[in-house]
């Protein structure tokens, strides 16, 4: 009587950790009948899709959760047993003229098990607070002021020519002939500035306000991949921007102030993001303002000195809105939140946290 308890005990701990599902899945297979290794093969597909599914409903919205899902997905998958149970076929159909296995399946999922595995691979969990690396960021956000269009020099000639007769009589013997003359003149016009084709030249100009939205919205993607993120607002001034804004590259004199002043703090890890606006244009789609952008994430670890250590990007993308001004700031920050996951995907995969 006492097992037969402890027994049930046991199968309503194992049912409260499992979680029930329907799964389906098309196996196609290559030899001429369906064989047992097949059936294994389908089978095991039939568990992958049921994964995919368990991940997709319980990371919905939970990129950071789902991010570290990704991490261990081949680990899952090579102990799929481990995680996935089938209770019972609802469907099996053999299509052999198309050779393909049909499954439609009632399973369990070891959520429990599966929750630990994901939870282990989470930078956070390897992270006491106080181990959690600082990581400054700083953003500066530019869009077009001037676009100024440089010509093509044309140049083009025109010639004119005139044959003009005369007739002349001989002294000697008063023949006659006709001695012809040709005379020719040549017009030259040139329009334009250079010889060579000129491109347009864009003057740049920052957008003030957004660096802080930009910030808030990127410090959430660091701050759940285990990183400490500041504003580095607070110990940077506004020259970075200013020179950003006048061209691609910053002097000497700023960079060796930038890196100065973030090795003086003593933040590890510091992220320069430029951001710039491509285009606005109308959508085809609804015809409101759609703006274009472009984000480059420049990466630097600094001790005694600060090295870039990764440039990511640059990364694209666009989003529209009521007016120019919210198409601008929701295109920069959807970018900007793009950059910083394809940064934190870097870092973890040099083994940065």
């Known amino acids: 009587m006492i097992k037969i308890i402890v027994v049930f005990f046991v199968f309503i701990f194992n049912f409260a950790l499992a979680e029930e599902m329907n799964v389906s ?36 919205g939970n990129k950071s959760g789902y991010r570290d ?21 609802l469907v099996e159909e053999n299509d052999t003229k198309n050779k393909t296995l049909k499954l439609t399946a009632k399973v369990d999922i070891m959520e429990m098990d599966l929750e630990f595995l994901i939870f282990d691979s989470s930078a956070i969990a390897n992270a006491m607070p106080s181990e959690l690396s600082e990581i400054a960021l700083y953003a500066v956000a530019l869009r077009p002021n001037k676009i100024i269009s440089f010509d093509n020099k044309e140049t083009s000639v025109s010639k004119n020519s005139r044959e003009t007769y005369n007739s002349e009589t001989s002294e000697i013997d008063d023949s006659g002939a006709e001695i012809s003359s ?8 040139q329009s334009g500035g250079s010889s060579e084709y000129k491109s347009d030249k864009i003057e740049y100009g920052r957008i003030n306000g957004i660096a802080e939205d930009i910030f808030f919205k990127t410090a959430e993607v660091y701050t759940d991949n285990g990183f400490s993120p500041i504003d580095a607002i607070q110990f940077l001034d506004d020259r970075i921007a200013e020179e950003y804004a006048k061209g ?4 000497s004199e700023t960079k060796n102030y930038m890196y100065k002043e973030t090795i003086n703090v003593g933040i590890p890890f510091l992220i320069i993001s430029r951001l710039k606006v491509e285009n606005i244009y109308k959508s085809k789609q609804n015809g409101k ?7 480059i994430n420049s990466v630097f670890q600094c001790s005694k000195f600060c090295k870039l ?21 929701s295109a920069l920050i959807f970018a900007a939140d793009l950059a910083a996951q394809q940064t934190i995907d870097m870092l973890s995969s040099q083994g940065f946290r």
């Open 182 to 189: 040709l005379s020719e003149n040549e017009t030259i016009s």
């Open 289 to 295: 303002p759609t703006a274009a952008v472009s984000v």
């Open 248 to 251: 691609e590259d910053l002097s």
């Open 309 to 329: 250590i990764a440039t990511v990007g640059p990364v694209q993308g666009a989003q529209y809105g009521n007016g120019e001004n919210q198409a601008i700031t």
């Open 25 to 60: 899945s098309s196996y196609k297979y290559k030899s001429f009948s369906l064989t047992k290794d097949d059936k294994i093969k389908a089978e095991n597909e039939l568990k992958k899709i049921a994964i995919k599914k368990f991940a997709n409903e319980k990371f919905k």
């Open 69 to 89: 899902f990704k991490k261990v997905e081949d680990q899952i998958y090579d102990d799929i047993d481990s995680y996935v149970n089938i209770i019972a076929y």
